[in-house]
């Protein structure tokens, strides 16, 4: 019997969705990859990896060898890693703080445009003005009774951006976002029965 694939339950019932409304951002036949496919599949690439790390070292287990010998090489192995780390360390600071220092959150530019998301099972209500390319918003995100996630994917449904949605709390997200087009808001936390239905568009308009 041939294996059959079994969709993940964002993909599943979010595309299915998106399809069975003729939706014209998602196209028949060409289901793009999604970020967390991406994540899962590099997490197998890394269980394999571990679990080849403890199989080698289980094979070795019954080899005997001069303790002195062991000690030094393990040393120095030790040291390697070491700089390793370092060079590792140095490469990403160097690379993804270019963005520092972040925007003063206290003081919001006049220009800023304020959206209030707030999730209720099920559906999400998203009030202010419009969102505009190139203008800074900022998602002022809570809930009315349990916890939810809130995620803003694109319109080829790539994640854009997300934070929690919790009862009597207000997160603040903020987002310029950079090309136009119908954006989708989507839970990422399963919160009851109908968590799928807990979707909503988000228009973003040309400067
Ligand atoms: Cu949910």
Same mark, same amino acid.
């Given at each position: 019997?041939?294996?059959? /694939? +079994?969709?993940?339950?964002?993909?599943?019932?979010?595309l299915a969705r998106l399809l069975s409304a003729g939706h014209p951002t998602v196209s028949q036949g060409k289901i793009p990859m999604l970020l967390q496919e991406k994540?899962?599949?590099?997490?197998l690439v890394l269980i394999a990896a571990m679990a080849a790390v403890f199989l080698w070292v289980a094979a070795g287990a019954a080899r005997q060898a001069d303790a002195e010998?062991?000690?030094?090489?393990?040393?120095?192995? /030790? +040291?390697?890693?070491?700089?390793?780390l370092v060079a590792i360390i140095v490469i990403a600071s160097a690379t993804t703080l270019t963005a520092l220092p972040y925007p003063d959150h206290a003081s919001p530019p006049a220009s800023r445009v304020v959206l209030r998301a707030t999730g209720a099972q099920w559906a999400w209500t998203?009030?202010?003005?419009?969102?505009v390319v190139?203008?800074?918003?900022?998602?002022?995100?809570?809930?009315?009774?349990?916890?939810?996630?809130f995620g803003i994917y694109d319109p080829s449904l790539?994640?854009?951006a997300q934070t929690q949605a919790m009862p009597g709390y207000t997160n603040r997200l903020q987002l310029t976002f950079a090309t136009p087009g119908t954006y989708h808001i989507l839970c990422l936390e399963y919160c009851g029965l109908a968590h799928h239905e807990m979707m909503t568009d988000l228009v973003v308009k040309p400067n």
């Open positions: 019997m041939p294996p059959t /694939r +079994t969709p993940g339950c964002f993909r599943g019932e979010a994540v899962w599949l590099i997490s010998t062991v000690q030094q090489r393990a040393y120095r192995l /030790r +040291t390697g890693w070491f700089w390793l998203v009030e202010g003005s419009d969102i190139g203008r800074p918003v900022e998602f002022q995100v809570t809930s009315t009774d349990v916890n939810h996630g790539e994640m854009v």
